[in-house]
């Protein structure tokens, strides 16, 4: 069992930042390649970006590419999403989850096991 706990969320104007944090907690939750995903009012949950077990690579959506960034300290069993130049857009419940397949490959829904609760962003025009 992999428990996530997300922080950061909040209400933003377009053009500023947020960083969104993920704690993971529960055994071998480092061998996990750690995502974020979104969901917008009356849309799917989207990819956003994932990150591997090792911290060594990366993939982005095509929608965060240039303007968010994942990365994770393995020592505090934390991801993180800085997101800068939000629009209203972005605004979704970001969601953190966790992939046993380690690697930064995993960019659909299906290949993540656990998901933490969600926190909102809200960007405003």
């Known amino acids: 069992q992999v428990q996530l706990v997300e922080s950061g969320g909040g209400l933003v104007q377009a053009g500023g930042s947020l960083r969104l944090s993920c704690t993971a907690s529960g055994r071998s939750s480092r061998s996990y390649a750690l995502g974020w995903f979104r969901q917008a009012p009356g849309k799917e949950r989207e990819f956003v970006a994932v990150i591997a077990w090792s911290g060594g690579s990366t993939s982005y959506a095509d929608s965060a590419k240039g303007r968010f960034t994942i990365s994770r300290d393995n020592a505090k069993n934390t991801v993180y999403l800085q997101m800068n130049t939000l629009n209203p857009e972005d605004t979704a419940v970001y969601y953190c989850?966790?992939?046993?397949?380690?690697?930064?490959?995993?960019?659909?829904?299906?290949?993540?096991?656990?998901w933490g609760q969600g926190t909102q962003v809200t960007v405003s025009s």
């Open positions: 989850a966790a992939s046993s397949t380690g690697s930064s490959w995993a960019t659909q829904e299906k290949e993540y096991h656990y």
